[in-house]
């Protein structure tokens, strides 16, 4: 079985560009997170959505990030614009969830981003 | 925010030896979880003890959980090279669905 699936795994942009990031789930998993990840730090969340819907987005930093996940299946981070403090690793997730779900996450490779 | 904080920051050990890693949180929680991520990947899930648990075993490692003083601790017994990674605590906090990460131990297993 696919795991988590993510690209690209590395960007290099200048600031103030726009930049994209893609995250595919495995099949079945109704919740998709996005964390960030900076150098020698834990992922921090930054939204998790219940099949389309982002139930908790409190952590994303509106102003110049967005997201979303159409059909509940795919997802997308988008950053724009970007500065320098953006640098970091963009780490997707997906599990299970429900009430059932003891939230253990399978991740993906992450797409690490530095932005010039 | 980070929930958890883990210590000690870093640990090197030579092969063969034990490595124990500890995690403090600060809130109430449903579960804790431990993830293994090498360098430039993803995190991998290792082990999960639920809150009404002491301590649970899979193949070399040992988790402890202690909810009254809100700590656990990651024993790794005969450790190997391809132990070397950092090791992540996370919390699942009672009436929440996400998972709240510390901030992490390093480890360095030398042959």
């Known amino acids: 079985e696919a795991g988590v699936v993510q690209s690209p795994r590395y960007k290099i942009i200048e600031k103030k560009q726009p930049v994209a990031f893609w995250c595919n789930p495995i099949?079945?998993?109704?919740?998709l997170y996005w964390y960030l990840q900076n150098l020698g730090q834990g992922p921090e969340l930054l939204i998790r959505?219940?099949?389309?819907?982002?139930?908790?987005d409190s952590q994303l930093p509106k102003d110049r990030f967005s997201a979303e996940r159409l059909k509940g299946v795919d997802s997308t981070l988008k950053i724009q614009p970007a500065e320098l403090g953006d640098s970091a690793v963009y780490l997707c997730?997906?599990?299970?969830?429900?009430?059932?779900?003891?939230?253990?996450?399978?991740f993906g490779e992450g797409s690490r981003l530095t932005v010039l | 925010s980070q929930q958890g904080e883990e210590d000690p920051q870093a640990l090197s050990i030579q092969e063969g030896e034990n490595a124990t890693m500890n995690c403090s949180y600060k809130?109430?929680?449903?579960?804790l979880q431990w993830y293994r991520q090498n360098s430039g990947r993803g995190l991998v899930h290792l082990i999960l003890?639920?809150?009404?648990?002491r301590e649970k075993h899979s193949g070399r490692l040992r988790v402890t959980l202690d909810t009254s003083k809100k700590s656990s601790s990651l024993l790794i017994t005969a450790s190997r090279a391809a132990d070397t990674a950092s090791y992540f605590c996370?919390?699942?906090?009672?009436?929440?669905?996400?998972?709240?990460f510390g901030t992490g131990t390093r480890l360095l297993v030398s042959p």
């Open positions: 996370a919390t699942k906090n009672t009436g929440f669905q996400k998972l709240v």
């Open positions: 997730a997906s599990s299970l969830g429900g009430q059932g779900s003891t939230g253990e996450l399978f």
């Open positions: 809130t109430s929680i449903n579960n």
């Open positions: 003890i639920r809150s009404n648990e």
């Open positions: 099949s079945g998993h109704n919740t």
């Open positions: 959505y219940e099949n389309e819907e982002a139930v908790d």
